[in-house]
């Protein structure tokens, strides 16, 4: 193929050349460079192509990774806003508020994958896991070379995976390719969760937003740094858990729809457990669940909550209007997820407003609680099965003690480098204050050495002198000097 | 009307979510995502001249979702995929789980999906699948949810029997003739207890 030009290009010379009589070796050296440099000029215009190409393509994958309708606008300030945080290269902490404003404000889909991770970095600088909890140190490549038990389960389910998404539809195509690596990664660095359906949503979201490694970076914080991977524990208490403060939440903002579900013997488990694994991403239009996860970069899982509370809160009377189990788990199964873009609006603003914090930790202490309870009453009735239910809950306690433990200890440490921090401050403090104090007194001597040698130096040089040093108008030691001078 | 809770097990990916969606609405997803948790769907269908309203729950088929799953339902799909050996291996650890949470009278059909596969990738034999089930006690049936063949028969199969085990414990056929809601006083005895099953099917999360 590439001699092709050549070829012609030499036999069409030749040719006409050999009709002349006139064929020399020098016509054929100048002729062969030509085609040399013709040559080197296609390979380079190739090269030149497939770099376009790539680029293109990259442009194109990242206009099909984001092809989701926004859910709010994202002004030019704001943008600009934005802009002056990403642009900033070294960690600095920024004030919350502001970030949180911003936030409100809007985040534009072509930046939201750098604001989440600044956001992630925001969130590190104020929040440091102990070290127990943090994850292996592995890199991202070791990860991948290596084999991963859980590969049937996530095969299984990489055509399930936002099957009508442009990006992960294709079979074995780019999207479905960077999720398999992303999950089987995960899957090895957390060995206890390693891979739980609900977690490949996750890892979607992210990765429509940014590249494989930086997706993995942020699987990670998610997981770790916010804790969501205590819900995909083997045991799955945590969701339990989640599962019982969802309810108490209901009965406190809506006392009548609580009572409304309750005698319909409906649960939170029958609709909320894919809202929590998740993180909306399996039920809900990704533009709303984007805007979702901005806020949760920020305030981790008790986002999803909030987001449970407001959208059973605003359906609360169509969900009143049906009246038997079946319609009820119909309707917050189909119809509460086919929001229109106003009410996702009106629901992120309402996200934004809530405070529930306190709430959700007093019914995780009650969820203990009433388990206690129930494992003591269910003790008085068979000796071997409470010993085994007492150690059981004994071990569990253990556990909740060595974590809490672990808490003090990091506690004590951050107060114990607070105090040094103090200790060093106060003391150079009074350092400083000595070396005012000192420089003071060389200030006065100066002083009065200044006005004893003026009384040496004759009036009319004296005025010339002064204007000398206003002129100059330096510091004392070379004021000093030129009164010396004289 | 009397009622019936179905629940449809087994591993990942095996097609549990498009029998049911064939069998309750002759829909097939090609795309259908990943079951997080449970879903269910109702069907009301005729068997024996009287109205059965069959409740059936789909099941996310991680290992570990398993708690979720089956206590006090009539009746168990356990779903293997024809063209997986390893979706069959795992049959016995399913009942097994089964029959800890659940009822033991519960009724088991194994079903084999995927049966439009069988010319090509066919991994698990049939008969070796029926010798299984025929000495585990357990209904057996191959089907496909992408055809449609024998899905219908499946759930009726299953369903007839749990219709006619219910009959025949209770000595009674039920006199009521409205459809049954959990949140309406039950009047016949038989509605009673299908209304207990109702309330503990799948809710433990």
């Known amino acids: 193929m590439e001699e092709d030009p050549l070829a012609s290009l030499l036999e069409d010379e030749s040719t006409t050349e050999s009709t002349d009589g006139k064929r020399n070796s020098e016509d054929l050296q100048r002729l062969w460079r030509k085609a040399i440099h013709q040559q080197i000029l296609l390979i380079r215009m190739e090269k030149e192509n497939l770099k376009l190409e790539a680029s293109r393509d990259e442009l194109q994958s990242r206009k099909i990774k984001l092809d989701y309708d926004e859910v709010g606008l994202c002004q030019k300030e704001v943008l600009n806003l934005w802009d002056k945080m990403l642009n900033c290269r070294t960690k600095i902490r920024f004030d919350m508020e502001e970030i949180y404003a911003t936030l409100k404000e809007g985040v534009s889909k072509s930046k939201r994958g750098e604001i989440w991770q600044f956001l992630s970095v925001q969130y590190r600088l104020r929040h440091r896991l102990p070290s127990k909890q943090q994850p292996p140190d592995t890199t991202y490549a070791d990860l991948l070379k290596q084999l991963t038990a859980q590969q049937h389960a996530i095969l299984v389910d990489l055509g399930r995976t936002f099957p009508t998404h442009s990006y992960f539809s294709t079979q074995l195509g780019a999207g479905q390719l960077s999720l398999y690596n992303l999950l089987k990664a995960y899957s090895l660095l957390d060995q206890e969760v390693g891979y739980c359906q609900g977690i490949s949503f996750v890892a979607g ?265 206003k002129d100059l108008n330096c510091s004392p030691n070379s004021k000093t000097k030129t009164g010396s001078k004289q | 009307t009397s009622f019936s809770a179905v629940v449809l097990i087994g591993e990942s990916g095996v097609g549990k979510t498009n029998l049911l969606s064939r069998f309750t609405r002759n829909e097939f997803n090609h795309d259908s995502r990943t079951t997080i948790g449970v879903e269910f769907s109702t069907r009301t269908l005729t068997l024996d001249g009287q109205l059965v309203k069959a409740q059936i729950w789909d099941t996310a088929g991680l290992e570990r979702y398993r708690a979720i799953t089956s206590a006090g339902a009539v009746g168990a799909l356990l779903v293997y995929d024809i063209t997986k050996h390893q979706s069959y291996d795992s049959i016995e650890r399913w009942l097994k789980e089964l029959y800890d949470h659940a009822d033991a009278s519960i009724i088991v059909m194994l079903v084999g999906n995927k049966s439009d596969l069988a010319n090509e990738t066919r991994e698990v034999p049939f008969e070796e699948a029926k010798m299984y089930a025929d000495s585990n006690g357990l209904l057996f049936i191959e089907t496909s949810a992408l055809d449609s063949t024998n899905v219908e028969l499946a759930f009726e199969t299953i369903l007839r029997d749990i219709h006619r085990r219910v009959l025949k414990n209770k000595g009674e056929i039920p006199k009521d003739n409205t459809v049954v809601l959990s949140n309406q006083p039950n009047t016949g005895q038989s509605e009673g207890q299908t209304a207990e099953d109702k309330k503990s099917c799948c809710r433990n999360v």
């Open chain 1, 205 to 469: 979201v992210l990765l429509l937003h940014m590249s494989e490694q930086q997706a993995f970076e942020m699987l990670k914080f998610l997981m770790y740094d916010l804790g969501f991977r205590k819900q995909y524990r083997p045991d799955m208490i945590s969701l339990q858990i989640q599962m019982y403060q969802l309810s108490r939440l209901l009965h406190d903002y809506h006392r009548d729809l609580y009572n409304h579900l309750e005698e319909n013997e409906i649960s939170p488990s029958l609709y909320a457990a894919p809202w929590f694994l998740t993180l909306f991403a399996s039920q809900f239009p990704l533009g709303f669940v984007a805007r979702v996860f901005d806020i949760i970069f920020v305030q981790g899982t008790e986002v999803i909550f909030k987001v449970a509370i407001c959208l059973l809160g605003n359906n609360k009377e169509q969900i009143m209007a049906c009246d038997n189990f079946e319609s009820i788990v119909d309707f917050l199964k189909i119809n509460i997820p086919d929001m229109t873009k106003d009410t996702m609006e009106k629901v992120i603003t309402q996200v934004f407003e809530m405070d529930i914090s306190k709430q959700l930790h007093a019914y995780e202490v009650e969820y203990h609680v009433i388990n206690d309870e129930m494992l003591e009453a269910s003790n008085s009735c068979d000796d071997a099965e409470s010993f085994h239910k007492l150690e059981k809950a004994n071990s569990q306690l253990k556990r909740q003690n060595m974590d809490l433990l672990e808490k003090l200890q990091v506690a004590h440490t951050k107060i114990q480098n607070l105090e040094t921090n103090v200790e060093t401050i106060l003391s150079r403090e009074s350092k400083m204050r000595n070396l005012i104090r000192s420089l003071e007194q060389e200030k006065s001597a100066y002083q009065r050495a200044v006005e004893q040698m003026r009384k040496y130096v004759p009036a009319h040089v004296l005025t010339d002198c002064e204007l000398l040093l």
